[in-house]
């Protein structure tokens, strides 16, 4: 059987790599990984292949950043040329951003059997690119892998046949379990002149929290009153530290004597940072889950999640991204006031193993 494993994101080499391993381990199975390059720092692509032993890609799409149409359009032309030459078996995609529709599209337009590992997620809301994503990449998908029971529920109401969908944990906590004692000695919060639980981790990178000044203006006005209780670590993504830049937003940073902002890290040293924090501000979807794992708490500066489990049943609460309700949330924390939360169903390590032994008994040959 010969797949291809489309990777394209910082999140979705996270996401790939124990399925890359488990098929590595698995004979009868010969894989390819694509890597479309919507992703391609260094410190955003690299440094996770290097640290999490994905292997080399096989074929590097190059397409970088541009907008969302050319971007996805970008996509499907040169993977279209792929799937032309190789025509395998099955394509495996990851989670919900633009390389992930992209490349199920156009397997689903060859007849080549696509396979979607973080189905059925949904924030209910379509001003969410990743929203769109979610929806088209599930509509195609030959088998919908899925992270929890709630999952299933939004597959089934969208009519995807029950026969497609398959419950069978998280992958990015497969990752997270595997690595997690290698990360908690690196010591990483004494290099930013932190103690153990006594900062506040801070990542930023959704489009409709940083593209937007007034919006970016407020979280940062947060930020600014939390450091008065709490250093913060802001752990910035390229497209926000562009846009503080372009915003002219840096001055108010630098006046913030307990703020340090610095570049994207590696998979190690930001576990070890996020397991030691006293929390985590972010609007990251699976910062959510790996907080819950983890057991710190975390405030999601969002207005809605795709991850509801993280908050019933983990240590996430949405806080919004108005000034003084991401402060109230910290406060809460900082008081000693906060739950704890406890491990979702099959968030085990072992996703990999289930969604590899269902591919190699169903995926046709
Ligand atoms: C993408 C995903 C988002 C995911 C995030 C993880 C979509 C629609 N969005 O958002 O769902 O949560 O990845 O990080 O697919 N840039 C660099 N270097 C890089 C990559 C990006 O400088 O290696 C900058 C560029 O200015 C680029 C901007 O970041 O324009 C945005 O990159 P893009 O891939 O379009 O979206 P992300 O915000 O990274």
């Given at each position: 059987m010969h797949i291809?494993?489309?990777?394209?994101t910082r999140?979705?080499f996270?996401?790939m790599a124990?399925?890359?391993e488990?098929?590595?381990?698995?004979?009868?199975i010969?894989?390819?990984l694509v890597h479309t390059g919507q992703?391609y720092d260094?410190?955003m692509?690299?440094?996770?292949?290097?640290?999490l032993g994905?292997p080399?890609?096989?074929?590097?799409l190059g397409?970088?950043s541009?907008?969302?149409?050319r971007?996805?359009a970008q996509?499907?032309?040169?993977?279209?040329?792929?799937?032309g030459?190789?025509?395998?078996d099955l394509v495996?995609v990851?989670?919900?951003v633009n390389?992930?529709?992209?490349?199920?599209?156009?397997a689903?337009?060859?007849w080549?059997p696509?396979?979607?590992?973080e189905?059925?997620l949904?924030?209910?809301d379509r001003?969410?690119p990743?929203?769109?994503?979610?929806?088209?990449?599930?509509?195609?998908?030959?088998?919908l892998f899925t992270t929890s029971?709630g999952a299933i529920k939004?597959?089934h109401?969208e009519?995807?046949?029950?026969?497609k969908i398959?419950f069978?944990?998280?992958?990015?906590i497969?990752t997270?379990n595997?690595?997690?004692?290698?990360a908690a000695?690196?010591?990483t919060?004494?290099?930013?002149d932190?103690d153990?639980?006594?900062?506040a981790?801070?990542?930023?990178?959704?489009?409709?929290n940083?593209?937007?000044?007034?919006?970016?203006?407020?979280i940062?006005d947060a930020l600014?009153?939390?450091?008065?209780?709490?250093?913060?670590?802001?752990a910035a993504h390229?497209r926000?530290?562009?846009?503080?830049?372009e915003?002219?937003f840096?001055h108010?940073?630098d006046s913030?004597?307990n703020?340090?902002t610095i570049?994207?890290?590696g998979?190690?040293?930001f576990l070890?940072?996020?397991?030691?924090?006293k929390m985590?501000?972010?609007?990251?979807?699976?910062?959510?889950?790996?907080?819950?794992?983890?057991?710190?708490p975390?405030l999601t500066i969002?207005e809605?999640?795709?991850?509801?489990i993280?908050?019933?049943?983990?240590?996430?609460?949405l806080?919004?991204?108005e000034?003084?309700k991401?402060?109230a949330?910290?406060?809460e924390?900082?008081?000693?006031?906060?739950k704890?939360?406890?491990?979702?169903k099959?968030w085990d390590?072992?996703?990999a193993?289930r969604?590899?032994n269902i591919?190699k008994?169903?995926?046709?040959?």
């Amino acid at each position: 059987m010969h797949i291809i494993n489309v990777v394209g994101t910082r999140p979705n080499f996270v996401k790939m790599a124990p399925i890359v391993e488990e098929m590595n381990r698995t004979p009868g199975i010969k894989q390819t990984l694509v890597h479309t390059g919507q992703h391609y720092d260094e410190s955003m692509s690299r440094v996770f292949f290097d640290e999490l032993g994905l292997p080399k890609p096989d074929i590097y799409l190059g397409v970088g950043s541009t907008s969302h149409a050319r971007q996805t359009a970008q996509v499907m032309v040169a993977f279209e040329e792929v799937l032309g030459e190789s025509r395998p078996d099955l394509v495996v995609v990851v989670g919900d951003v633009n390389s992930t529709m992209a490349c199920a599209v156009t397997a689903a337009k060859l007849w080549i059997p696509v396979a979607h590992v973080e189905a059925g997620l949904r924030s209910f809301d379509r001003k969410m690119p990743e929203e769109i994503n979610r929806i088209v990449t599930d509509a195609l998908s030959d088998f919908l892998f899925t992270t929890s029971r709630g999952a299933i529920k939004n597959l089934h109401k969208e009519g995807i046949p029950k026969e497609k969908i398959f419950f069978v944990g998280n992958v990015m906590i497969d990752t997270l379990n595997k690595h997690r004692d290698r990360a908690a000695n690196l010591n990483t919060p004494a290099r930013f002149d932190l103690d153990a639980g006594e900062y506040a981790l801070v990542t930023l990178h959704r489009a409709a929290n940083v593209d937007d000044p007034r919006t970016l203006s407020d979280i940062l006005d947060a930020l600014i009153a939390i450091q008065q209780e709490i250093p913060i670590l802001f752990a910035a993504h390229p497209r926000t530290l562009k846009r503080i830049d372009e915003f002219s937003f840096q001055h108010r940073l630098d006046s913030a004597p307990n703020l340090q902002t610095i570049e994207p890290l590696g998979y190690l040293q930001f576990l070890d940072l996020a397991m030691h924090a006293k929390m985590v501000l972010t609007d990251s979807g699976g910062i959510q889950e790996e907080t819950s794992i983890l057991n710190v708490p975390c405030l999601t500066i969002r207005e809605n999640t795709e991850r509801p489990i993280t908050i019933t049943e983990g240590t996430n609460t949405l806080v919004g991204i108005e000034t003084e309700k991401i402060i109230a949330g910290a406060v809460e924390i900082l008081t000693g006031k906060y739950k704890d939360g406890h491990i979702p169903k099959l968030w085990d390590g072992r996703a990999a193993e289930r969604i590899v032994n269902i591919i190699k008994r169903l995926a046709p040959k």
